[in-house]
């Protein structure tokens, strides 16, 4: 529901907590701000807040904000479900704290139109006449989202996020922020570190983002991450018994699942009538590095192989007409121009010599092409982070991390420089807080105590270990990509429709 647009009064008032709709046990506020932080006088929007209260209040050292990634997660829903699995410790000595971010969930939401989304060209464009047909569908998709949305839509940058949340800190009464951020939350610290350096407790960065990309890096570290990513599941799979492709050569399987998928020959097990074309092929492959789940996927790619129908599900019911869907955000934050169909072809061969299997990085590759056309400058764009004065910063990333590289965290750190400390978990998956004791008890020491890792630490792989609320975050959100069915080639939905977004 959109709240009204009206003035922002002369002075912010108290947040006024009231139970949360959906649990009385936690309670819920919201915090007018500006649309345009600079036109404070202008048009304004409620943030949606939620709380959770320590359990130990005799203990409590303050709040703790909370992001869940995205963009397009609900810090609200996160904290009513506590779907980033907080330990009883942390629970006892911080209020957890979540918001909507603006334009998601209950902050204003962005909204668009399912059926014009549903209507995207093919991102894999083969001719300039495609790359033209894309340019104008992303106008006319921008427009129409756009008059659906309000002012809000042009101000959905991290930058103006950053300046919502120091808003938050500052009504919550506490003189420094202490605040999680996982996958995009990660921006969000980095970018807060950056312009409030003087305002940090502590920032825990879990599963970081490199916010100093040009379109060839972005491609090209994305790609390497997600070939990284096929080639530990590959190696699993020849050695694991359990895999449903044990004994098979699984490259020569998933190029031949590559070709039949461009000569639109494969089929979505359990609805033969749904071809499954490239580019969803590699998304749904994708989706099953978050966790990972590599027992599923190796299951489904022998489903495909053998043309498995599969268990016939009834159809999802019928979805609303308008969605929330905040790609806008990754446009706003990254000027990643392609000039042409010649230039985006250049792109996918580089690509493919970097990933023989994956042949690209289907998120990217979605984003980019939703945010062609986009107006320049953007808002918020890339830059070198320039952090001085902060306290120690924990950043904490998988090794093999398919969605947030290990290289981003690596350059992350470089950048920050002497502030930050990078915490490494040599295992797989997205997000590290949850996967055992090592990585868990290092993010929650810090927060607590402030006590940091020694430099260069590393924490053991789990045996491949799953943290219980990976269900919520182990897939990439469809929340901000195009939603569209999967016959057609678009992003959307990893398992209904035929997509994946980043990072979450």
Known sequence: MLVPLRPLPAAASPLAWSPCPEDASAECATLTLPVAWNATRGPTFDLAVARRRATDPARRIGALVINPGGPGGSGVDAVLRNSLGFTPLLRSRFDLVGFDPRGVGRSHPLLCSRDLAARAPDPLMRTQADFEA??????????????????????????????????????????????????????IGQ???????????????????????????????????????????????????????HGRDVRALFADLRARAERGELHVPGAPEERLTLLPLLLRTFSDFYGPDWTHLAEFLRALDEGDDGDKSDKAPAAEEEFNDATQVICQDYA?????????????????????????????????????????????????LRVSGTPPLLLVNALHDPATGYPWALSTARQIGREARLLTYDGWGHVVYGRGECATGAVDRYLISLALPRWGAHCPAENNRIPPHSRELSRPDSSYMRHRPITSGAAGSPEVEAGGSRPA
């Open 336 to 384: 990643l121009p392609v000039r042409d169909q010649r230039d985006f072809e250049r792109h996918l061969r580089r690509m493919a010599r970097i990933a023989p299997d994956m042949r690209m990085t289907p998120i990217s590759v979605s984003l980019i092409v939703a945010c062609l056309g986009q107006p320049m400058p953007v808002p918020n764009p890339q830059h070198r």
């Open 134 to 187: 894309r340019l104008a569908h992303n106008a006319r998709y921008a427009r129409d989202c756009r008059a659906r949305t309000g002012p809000l839509y042009d101000h959905v940058d991290t930058g103006s996020v950053v300046r919502d949340l120091d808003a938050l800190r500052a009504a919550l009464g506490e003189e420094r922020l202490t605040y999680y951020g996982v996958s995009y939350g990660t921006l």
């Open 191 to 245: 970018l807060y570190a950056e312009r409030y350096p003087g305002r940090v407790r502590a920032l825990a960065l879990d599963s970081n983002m490199d916010h100093d990309l040009d379109t060839t890096a972005m491609f090209d570290t994305d790609t390497w991450t997600t070939q990284d990513s096929f080639d530990e599941f590959a190696a699993w799979c020849a050695a694991a018994k359990e895999c449903a492709l």
